[in-house]
């Protein structure tokens, strides 16, 4: 079967820095996304891997390892606003969109 | 620049009753559309999807239908209601023609079947 980890839950503090993890196992690879989504709201695009490697965007980064299965999400300079749930979502070879059950990323002052 | 429509924003029907949730999205031609439903405190489950007017692939069976009358509508229907239709509703779109292109995401329907 075809599926994505993702810690259930993660605590950090305001100013410090967090990564969230997500490993996917699925029949193929077209590339990885990660969403962010605030609490009763839609998810909002944060950043897409399809090579392995870092991608860099201000203080969040994302990084892929295709041979092992896994990306990160890292965020830096944490702010009270960064406290949502983190979505990894990976193109599988049929091109359907797998999707993992989120992170909730709580920041504490 | 594209912007995603969808309405109502908050929906309480009663179980067996109908359903038609609505969306709508300006400034991009012949995108591909997408339905999508999240329990609360799930990930999203793929309902729908469709890449042209009239043409729409199915998921997941259920009593849940989808129609595309025009090429940036996407309707969600359902003749009856039943109580694990509950959930947050999100349509989706992307540009037709690259299949691994990024989704970006309506506000959203809460709804909630009693």
């Known amino acids: 079967g075809q599926n994505i980890d993702q810690p259930t839950e993660m605590t950090a503090t305001e100013g410090a820095i967090v990564q969230i993890n997500c490993t996917y196992q699925t029949s193929g690879f077209n590339g990885l996304f990660w969403y962010q989504q605030h609490a009763g709201e839609a998810p909002t695009f944060l950043s897409y891997n399809v090579l392995d490697g870092l991608e860099e965007k201000g203080r969040f980064s994302s990084f892929l390892s295709r041979s092992k299965g896994y990306s990160y999400l890292l965020l830096k300079e944490l702010q009270m606003k960064d406290s949502a749930s983190y979505l990894c979502?990976?193109?599988?070879?049929?091109?359907?969109?797998?999707w993992g059950a989120g992170t909730k990323l709580i920041i504490k002052p | 620049s594209q912007t995603i429509h969808q309405w109502p924003a908050t929906l309480v029907q009663p179980v067996g009753s109908p359903l038609s949730l609505e969306c709508t999205v300006e400034g991009t031609s012949n995108p591909n559309l997408y339905w999508y439903r999240q329990a609360a405190g799930r990930g999203l489950q793929l309902l729908f999807y469709?890449?042209?007017?009239?043409?729409i692939s199915s998921e997941v069976p259920q009593n849940l239908s989808a129609s595309r009358p025009q090429d940036r509508q996407f309707i969600l229907s359902s003749k009856k209601l039943l109580l694990s239709d509950s959930g947050f509703y999100l349509c989706a779109w992307s540009s037709q023609g690259f299949d691994t292109d990024t989704q970006y995401f309506g506000p959203g329907t809460r709804l909630t079947v009693l």
């Open positions: 469709s890449v042209g007017i009239g043409q």
């Open positions: 979502a990976v193109w599988s070879s049929n091109y359907q969109l797998i």
